[in-house]
């Protein structure tokens, strides 16, 4: 029952307070240990380069995903 987890949608202003959203990018599931965010970072980036602003919350689950794709160097 108390198994928080949210999705990572891309949402017009006029259309968010209505619930809809244009599409869905990624996941993020706090309870998990390992693999808590799905994120597609292709469709984020699309979506930010056509203007889309990302809330702090979001903002900063995308800097965590960036920061663990990085290879590791040797």
């Not at 891309?10 to 619930?19: F, L, M, P």
């Not at 965010?37 to 960036?66: C, F, H, Q, S």
């Amino acid at each position: 029952m108390n198994d928080p987890h949210f999705r990572v949608v891309v949402a017009d202003q006029q259309r968010s307070a209505k619930g809809g959203f244009i599409e869905e990018v990624g996941s993020y599931h706090p309870a998990l240990k390992k693999n808590r965010w799905n994120l597609n970072l292709e469709r984020v980036d699309y979506w930010m380069a056509k203007g889309a602003l990302p809330t702090e919350t979001v903002r900063t689950l995308i800097k965590r995903v960036r920061k663990e794709a990085k290879p590791v160097a040797a």
